[in-house]
């Protein structure tokens, strides 16, 4: 191709007088590279068959309230400012889902009234359903100007024993000072 090129940029003008424009290599180089950029992404998103996937699945729902012991910890950076908080977390799940869970919270807030944001993880260890093992729920929340967006949903892969294979979201309600849960799940129906 390099000879290609020389020739091209070396051609001075065509029959009709204009200078030959320089091959665009680096253009085509650029295309060619983002064109399999966006096949290996394509690719990745695809479904594949695997022996997981083909395993006959349940969904279902757990509703049911829960206790929950916020305790304040100090931070990594002790240079940080107030408005950053860590916080522990212990809870006590009634219900559908019968379990205790620990973990970890860290916080922002800001000058704006009810403006702030929190992330959180907590390893769940108890009764889902009947199933007995342990899962991780992930926890985004955001807090804009008073209107709530929260998303919890299980960590991929992170259940054991009876929950292998656990996947959902859930959803808290507090109400009265009382906390309640809805969680959406789906389990392998080979436990």
Not at 40 to 69: W, Y
Not at 105 to 115: E, F, P
């Amino acid at each position: 191709m390099s000879a290609f090129v020389e020739r091209r940029a070396s051609s001075p003008a065509r029959t009709d007088g204009k200078p030959v424009p320089p091959f665009p290599v680096k253009r085509i180089l650029v295309s060619v590279v983002a064109s399999f950029l966006f096949s290996v992404f394509l690719f990745a998103q695809t479904p594949r068959d695997s022996a997981t996937q083909k395993e006959k699945a349940v969904t279902a729902h757990a509703t049911g309230g829960f206790d929950v012991k916020v305790s304040p910890e100090a931070l990594a950076d002790k240079a940080a400012d107030a408005t950053l908080g860590r916080m522990t977390l212990n809870k006590q799940f009634h219900g559908d889902l019968d379990a205790t869970s620990k973990g970890e919270m860290l916080t922002a807030a800001t000058g704006v009234k009810d403006s702030g944001a929190y992330v959180a993880i907590e390893r769940v260890t108890g009764t889902l359903g009947g199933r007995n093992g342990s899962f991780v729920l992930q926890h985004t929340g955001i807090m804009n100007r008073g209107t709530p967006e929260l998303k919890i949903a299980v960590v991929p892969d992170s259940g054991t024993g009876q929950l292998t294979g656990l996947t959902g979201t859930m959803n808290i309600k507090i109400a009265d000072g009382k906390h309640s849960y809805d969680f959406e799940y789906t389990l392998p129906d080979n436990q």
